[in-house]
């Protein structure tokens, strides 16, 4: 029957393709269970108090305060200690986020260094060695060291456990990479990237995977802008030819890289699916004031649409909402994809209606010229709606397909028999492609 | 646009409780096997099953102050019980009786009259409804089907009621009534004399609706000209935000009844849940419920809270919810296929009882447009 909540990954069992959305088995968890005595709500304040009264974050930049944070356990509280953490209990992070904001401290820029706090970070603190933990972790944090994710390829998408990158270890030595990526976001900004890579063909596709922390200013890393329907470029194509990796770099054991990544992805769900905004803060403000600005385009028809999208779009952000409230209590569930699906659709939605609301305005483009952009879709009202209509296709696309997510959500929530597949069993190399 | 708080949408621990005790009643009680057998009979709500969910599980008095012996809790906890009395589409008059015609006394000035019902309905040993046509919408115009005299001993009403809930079980009626050209609130006995009540066959047999013929019949006022119109708003209110949860609950039931069937049933050497052009639908019907729910919350919590918020939590509910639980029934019947169409299957339990509900107090598009004048979205001219 429905349940409530979606399964833990068990990499003993058949493979899937699609990470668990549940958050609660991530191993960053584990400190909570082992670590979490003595550290309560007051503990917290008490040291965030500390913090603040070492290092005034007024009086200095918010890189180095951001680095005193990190040192004192403040970063991620349920990380471990020596990670930016303190092994406390992760709904104290909140604690932490509204003191300090209280006392005037810059948070960390999820905005600046989204794929790093949101995704590079759990897997480092998860399954990095204690070197690369300690090397890594506080430049990611600060943001002075931006991170990428080097795992979709042209020919790897939805199916990304059939990725061709090679990765192929010199004797004892370095790792040497070679192959395609695409769909980089900050590629030509990022220090690091998480790469996932395959190092034995002749195992089935998710077993000859591992998983590696790449410097992206290696040789043999060229990053190239990928434009987009819109005009601009927001991801980037990256190629690898004959990148030396050392094995230091390596996350988890060789042939592990299928479970590695999960963490990451099942992290970029969570991200994805974010707390809720204000109503009418998306696309649907921005059409229903141009329905209340403009009366002359108004027809019954579109009022119809108008008033649907507007319930949906409602109803969609008190599930987000609800979603967050879930998390902040500590019972979080498997909505999460269902808000990502359901974000897609409308948007698309919404912005077409824009567009036909809009009728000569439509017609219209703002700018067709290549240029690099901010990753995700810009500010309500810094372009044109074309823009806004354009950009919502990658919606569905992006961060895991609806189709996918429908699946996630058969598989890992109602538990309906799976598909019968034919690409499990067999080595790698055989697969068609 | 101002920006209402969003209060807590997740459940209490309360609320669980209650869930959890319904569910137990509910089902030793009332299995769908019950409930398709009681549609054949004349008999159609379960007598035996509200009495003990109203007074011995203390239903009946969920939103009644302590003072008339009621539990005196609110609109979450209603939602609650609605949620798991659409599951089982129990036929009982909760909705008629507990939400509505409780919602029109609450909001009613006190008097004798008022809260003497109100101690009947709390403890269970009465049951009421709001003698209105169940199709009438938060907003809609006062009814002046039923129009009231005085005389020396007081008010008597005549005139006629279609599509009313209950109407042929209510021991109590709460008759909204014209009388000097000025709308009040009456109650009515429902042995009073010359009054007929007549159940008629209704698209959902477990809650069908009936006509009231009202002919010089006595009726005590227990809401005057400067309260009737609102109490009557209110009770249409909160009946129709908190049919948002039973359309959440019978979605549910509908979407966990089809999932249970695609993964038994097997046609081409597979389970038919196999099959991604079923597990999209059921992934997607999944994800609509978890909006509903959503919705439903929020509008119990603005209810509850007496939000500011609550018109328009409880359009979007109404505009929203209903249409979901009929999805989640069309599919139920459409996933099981044959079976799903036949009258021993409970699937059409469910499609009836979202369909009916869907035309309650309201339709989607009627919210809709409700809405359109609550947050300033005009229509074309």
């Known amino acids: ?433 | 646009m101002s920006e209402p708080r969003i209060p807590s949408l997740l459940y209490g621990e309360v609320e669980e409780d209650l869930r959890a005790a319904l569910r137990e009643v509910l089902r030793d009680r009332c299995g769908w096997h019950e409930v398709l057998a009681r549609i054949d009979t004349e008999e159609a709500y379960d007598d035996g099953l509200w009495k003990a969910v109203a007074a011995e599980l203390g239903l009946a008095g969920l939103l009644i102050p302590e003072e008339f012996g009621g539990a005196g809790v609110g609109a979450r906890e209603v939602a609650v019980a609605l949620e798991e009395l659409g599951r089982a589409v129990a036929p009982v008059p909760f909705l008629a009786s507990a939400v509505l015609a409780t919602s029109a006394l609450l909001a009613c000035p006190a008097g004798e009259a008022r809260d003497a019902a109100l101690r009947v309905l709390a403890d269970g040993s009465r049951t009421a409804t709001l003698a209105v046509t169940a199709t009438t919408w938060p907003g809609a115009g006062f009814p002046l089907s039923v129009t009231g005299a005085r005389d020396a001993d007081g008010l008597l009403l005549t005139g006629a009621v279609t599509g009313v809930l209950a109407a042929d079980r209510a021991e109590l009626l709460v008759v909204p009534v014209v009388v000097a050209g000025e709308a009040q609130l009456a109650l009515v006995a429902g042995d009073a004399a010359h009054l007929a009540r007549r159940a008629v066959t209704s698209l959902d047999p477990t809650r069908p609706v009936g006509e009231l013929t009202l002919d010089q019949v006595r009726g005590r006022v227990v809401a005057g000209p400067e309260h009737a119109e609102a109490a009557l708003g209110h009770a249409l209110r909160q009946g129709a935000a908190l049919l948002a949860s039973e359309q959440l609950g019978v979605a549910e039931q509908a979407l966990a009844e089809a999932v249970a069937y695609l993964k038994v049933r097997h046609q081409f050497g597979r389970p038919i849940g196999s099959f991604q052009a079923l597990r999209h639908r059921a992934a997607d019907l999944w994800s609509d419920i978890a909006a509903a729910r959503a919705a439903a919350r929020y509008a119990a919590a603005c209810l509850a809270e007496d939000a500011a918020d609550a018109a328009v939590a409880t359009a979007l509910a109404q505009a929203y919810c209903g249409e979901v639980a009929v999805r989640a029934a069309e599919e139920c019947v459409q996933m099981h296929g044959g079976v799903g169409f036949t009258w021993e299957h409970p699937a059409h339990l469910y499609l009836k009882r979202a369909m009916a509900s869907a035309l309650l107090l309201g339709t989607a598009d009627r919210h809709r447009a409700t809405l359109g004048t609550l947050v300033d979205l005009p229509p074309a001219i």
């Open chain 1, 1 to 433: 029957m429905v349940r409530e909540r979606g399964d833990v990954s068990d990499t003993d069992s058949e493979p899937t393709d699609e990470p668990t959305d549940t958050p609660s088995h991530a191993p960053t968890d584990e400190p909570e269970r082992e670590a979490a005595d003595g550290i309560d709500e007051a503990g917290i304040r008490r040291r965030v108090a500390d913090l603040v009264a070492a290092h005034d974050p007024t009086t200095m930049s918010s890189v180095e305060f951001l680095g005193h944070r990190f040192d004192a356990g403040l970063a991620w509280v349920h990380f471990p200690v020596g990670c930016g953490g303190l092994g406390a209990s992760r709904a104290l992070q909140q604690v932490v986020e509204s003191a300090l904001i209280a006392a005037g401290a810059k948070t960390a820029s999820g905005y600046r260094n989204p794929i790093g706090l949101g995704m590079g970070a759990p897997t480092i603190a998860a399954h990095g060695a204690a070197r690369l933990r300690a090397e890594l972790l506080r430049p990611l944090w600060t943001g002075e060291e931006i991170w990428c994710q080097l795992f979709s390829e042209p020919g790897a998408g939805s199916d990304l456990a059939g990725l061709a990158t090679r990765a192929v270890r010199e004797g004892d030595g370095d790792w040497v990479v070679n192959g395609q990526k695409v769909w980089t976001s900050l590629a030509h900004k990022a220090r690091w990237a998480m790469l996932l890579a395959r190092t034995d063909p002749d195992l089935p596709k998710h077993q000859g995977l591992t998983y590696f922390f790449l410097d992206m200013t290696a040789p043999g890393v060229e990053v190239r802008p990928l434009r987009q329907a819109t005009g601009q470029a927001e991801f980037n194509e990256v190629f690898l030819t004959d990148v030396r990796i050392p094995d230091t770099h390596r996350a988890g054991e060789v042939g592990q890289g299928w479970a590695v990544s999960n963490t990451t992805l099942m992290n970029e769900r969570v991200a994805i699916g974010g707390a809720a905004s204000a109503r009418e803060a998306d696309a649907i403000g921005a059409v229903a004031r141009m329905w209340r600005d403009r009366p002359e385009l108004r027809t019954p028809g579109l009022h119809d649409r108008l008033l649907r999208a507007w319930v949906e779009c409602e109803v969609a952000r008190l599930g987000n909402e609800r979603i967050r409230q879930q998390l902040a209590a500590g019972t979080p569930g498997p909505e999460g994809s269902a808000a990502k699906i359901a974000y897609a659709r409308l948007n698309q939605d919404v912005t077409r209606l824009w567009l036909e609301l809009a009728g000569e305005e439509g017609l219209g483009y703002d700018d067709w010229a290549m240029r690099r952009s901010e990753l995700g879709q810009a500010t309500l009202g810094a372009r044109a709606p074309g823009y806004y209509y354009l950009r919502a296709k990658g919606n569905s696309i992006e961060g895991g397909t609806s189709e996918v997510l429908r699946n996630v959500i058969a598989d890992r929530v109602l538990d309906l028999p799976r598909e019968p597949r034919t690409d499990t069993k067999v080595p790698w190399k055989e697969m068609p492609r």
